[in-house]
Every structure is written in C-alpha cells, then in structure tokens.
C-alpha cells in the first residue's frame, strides 16, 4: 500500500504529516520507529495524523506520536503545521481551527502572515496532574539521580515538562542531563525535559531533550512551559521571546489560572508516497 504523506517543519522540529481522513491509516508503533528512522525510512522527530472530530463543533481530531512510536498529548509546533496542512490541503477555508488532542481542545488563528497562534490552554501545575511525584506544589523541586540532584520546575502543557535554569545553554551538557530526567523515576510518564538560560524579563533561550526522541531544535510545549516557570520565578514578563536553536516563539502568558499563547511559523518542506 502506498502511503502520501507531507514532510513539514516549526523551527526543526520535524513531522511526518499524514491525512487521516481521505484515507484510512493503521499505524503500529513499530511502522512509526521504521518510518522515523533518518537511515531507513523519512526522518521525522514526530509523526501528526490528522482524523475526523469526534465531537461537535470540533473541526478536526489529531494525533502525535513520537519517533520511539508513544502516542503523546500534546504538540505544540506540530499544531502549528497541522493548521498550515489542513489549510493548504483543502481539509478547510478557516483561519480559526478548533482542533481535539489526546488532552483536550485547542484553538488556533492563522494570522494573515502565515503565522499561526496556537492558545495552548491553561498550564497543570498541580504535581499529580503532571503527573510528577511531589508532596506538594512548589515553584522549584528537588530531583535525586545517584550522587547528583537536580533543581527543577514542573509543567503540563497537556505533557509533561520539567525545566532547570542554567547559566549558558552553549555550554550546558543538555544530551547527558536531559536522558537522565527524561527517564527519571519521579516522572511516571516520563518527561520532556528543557533547559533554559533567562537574558532578560523579554528574552529566554532553551534547549529542550524531548521524551521519546532526544534533543530536538525547537519544542513548542517546551517554550510555554519555560515562559511558565521563568514566570512563576519572577525572571520573565507576561511577554516573552524565546529562542530555541531552530529559531523564535513568542510567547505570552498572564498568569496562574490564565491562558498560554504561542505564536511562530509553520513551514512545508515536501510532499512524498511511502510503500506501507
Ligand atoms: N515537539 C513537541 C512536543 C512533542 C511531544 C513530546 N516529545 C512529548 O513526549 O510530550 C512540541 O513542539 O511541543
């Protein structure tokens, strides 16, 4: 069976997008592992599958797997080019799209420019929501890992994120760091894990090791986690640029209880068939 497919990227953060609706598509985790493999198949860090809503006045279903084939929440540069690709692909005429995930409802605006606002909802800091294994909620946690602790912040974004404040991004071992909180026992469902150096109230850079695929050049979900956590510490105002190594978000966010908003490109690199 062959299978068309569009290979799109936000910030390097790549995607296999597939059209799950004018064709029936079974996936098993083991296809997705062949079909993300950069040697012996595309090359993606996630795969997004666009689906019929299953409720009403929803106007698409998605879904997001990551290259190790988990099934995730919540995506948050893949929202971005899943909008460009329902538009571009003739699935709808919107520029607001109302979209259903594993965790919930999200809306997104494309902006005239091209640019696409995704309003990622409110942030879960709640640790048993996270889910996160802590006594109580806090600002900053402590991790234990053998000899070494680490201090963290912990956010859902519909996934979870923990974040650590480092000096210089440039410098920092994010690859051996990030495996170990990625896997850490504190985490149940494991946990993206982002790194971020704060330059001003309006500016941030991060790097973020994803859960179920490594460090990626740019993590969405990440980028509204750390302007969350920059936030509740006091080192980032309600609007902020970060800077990951794919390129900028802007990102905005009032407050505990209020909404996050992301804002970025979506870009579509080629259109491809695959033998099944
Ligand atoms: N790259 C994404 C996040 C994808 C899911 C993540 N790896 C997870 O396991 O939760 C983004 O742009 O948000």
Same mark, same amino acid.
């Given at each position: ?149 680490? =201090?963290?912040?912990? @956010?859902? +974004?519909?996934? $979870? ?7 210089? !991004?440039? *410098? ?83 407050? =505990?209880?209020?909404? @996050?908003? +992301?804002?970025? $490109? ?7 068939? !695959?033998? *099944?």
């Amino acid at each position: 069976m062959k299978l068309p497919f569009s290979k799109m990227h936000g910030l390097g953060n790549d995607f296999m997008v597939l059209d799950g609706i004018s064709q029936a598509i079974e996936l098993t985790p083991a296809i997705i592992r062949r079909f993300a493999s950069r040697q012996f198949g595309i090359g993606f860090n996630q795969l997004l599958l666009v689906e019929p809503p299953q409720q009403p006045d929803i106007d698409f279903k998605y879904r997001i797997f990551n290259a190790d084939g988990s099934e995730v929440e919540q995506c948050g540069n893949g929202a971005r080019c899943f909008a460009k690709f329902v538009r571009d692909k003739g699935l709808t005429i919107k520029s607001r799209i109302a979209v259903e995930t594993r965790n919930g409802i999200i809306h997104l605006h494309v902006e005239p420019s091209g640019m696409v606002r995704v309003d990622m909802g409110v942030p879960i800091l709640e640790p048993v929501k996270i889910p996160f294994k802590a006594e109580k909620q806090a600002v900053d946690y402590i991790i234990r890992d053998g000899e070494d602790s680490f =201090e963290i912040g912990a @956010v859902s +974004m519909g996934n $979870p994120h923990a974040i650590m404040l480092v000096d210089d !991004i440039n *410098l920092f071992p994010v690859r051996q760091v990030g495996r170990r909180i990625e896997a850490h026992q504190d985490f149940p469902q494991r946990v993206n894990a982002g790194f971020l150096q704060v330059v001003h109230a309006k500016f941030a850079k991060l790097r973020v090791y994803e859960r179920g695929v490594g460090e990626t050049l740019a993590c969405g979900t990440g980028a509204c986690a750390a302007h969350v956590y920059g936030r509740l510490k006091g080192l980032l105002g309600p609007e902020a640029e970060i800077k990951l190594p794919g390129g900028s978000l802007h990102l905005s966010w009032a407050g =505990e209880g209020a909404n @996050v908003y +992301m804002t970025g $490109p979506a870009t579509h690199v080629f259109e491809g068939v !695959i033998d *099944l």
